[in-house]
């Protein structure tokens, strides 16, 4: 399980996040939901480390059987990189970050590109993919770093709202291999439909 506990986080004088508590158990879909600049992308970010706290706790208890402290992020922009193939995009950080062979770097993003219905589109760039496909092949590319929790920011606002609930399916497929699933999102009838919990971040 991911525990935050009494989490702070100020930008100057604007105190963003006042002692802020979240636990995820592995397996589970946990929805953030609240008001603009309540400081939803703060937390995610603080957690992936991208962002560093002032002060408070985020561990990691014993459920977890390995101690792999590992946090993806799946960008509301999805960032990928435009001069790289869809199969490029995924291997990418496997093989120069992991030090993965090559061969292996490939089996493994193909099987997560049928995972997540992207097959066909292996050669394809950024500018020639839909913004559901563009989010598929950032999901994959999340997902092949074997996280053990993947965070989501706003996954369902850059789509079209009939792709709404393919987004759901999907993070019900990534809680269902076992991760623990975090999602900021604006949108509540999202959140009742696929979170098993919700948090409110208030002021
Ligand atoms: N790097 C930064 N420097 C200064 N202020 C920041 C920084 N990042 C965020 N903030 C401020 O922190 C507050 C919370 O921002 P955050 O993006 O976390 O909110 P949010 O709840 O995700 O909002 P939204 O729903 O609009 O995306 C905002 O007032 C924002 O202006």
């Known amino acids: ?26 397996g589970s879909i946990v929805m953030i939901v609240g008001e603009s600049g309540v400081g939803k992308t703060t937390l995610i970010r603080c957690l992936c480390g991208l962002e560093v706290y002032d002060s408070g706790r985020i561990s990691f208890s014993h459920d977890d059987e390995v101690e792999d402290k590992s946090i993806g992020l799946v960008f509301q922009n999805f960032n990928l990189f435009p001069h790289f193939s869809v199969i490029k995009n995924i291997t990418y950080s496997l093989i120069k970050g992991r030090k993965m062979i090559k061969e292996d770097a490939i089996k493994k993003a193909k099987e997560l ?67 623990g699933v975090i999602v900021i999102t604006h949108d509540r009838d999202f959140a009742d439909k696929y979170g098993n919990k919700i948090y409110e971040l208030g002021r």
């Open 113 to 179: 590109i049928e995972l997540l219905g992207l097959s066909g589109l292996e050669d394809s760039y950024e500018y020639q993919l839909s913004g559901g496909q563009k989010q598929r092949v950032a999901i994959a590319r999340a997902l092949a770093m074997e996280p053990q929790y993947l965070c989501f920011d706003e996954p369902t606002s850059a789509l079209d709202y009939k792709l709404r609930d393919s987004v759901g399916e999907i993070l019900k497929t990534v809680a269902s291999k076992g991760m």
């Open 1 to 26: 399980m991911l525990k935050v506990e009494n989490l702070n986080k100020s930008f100057g004088d604007k105190k963003v996040l006042v002692n802020t508590n979240l636990e995820v158990e592995k």
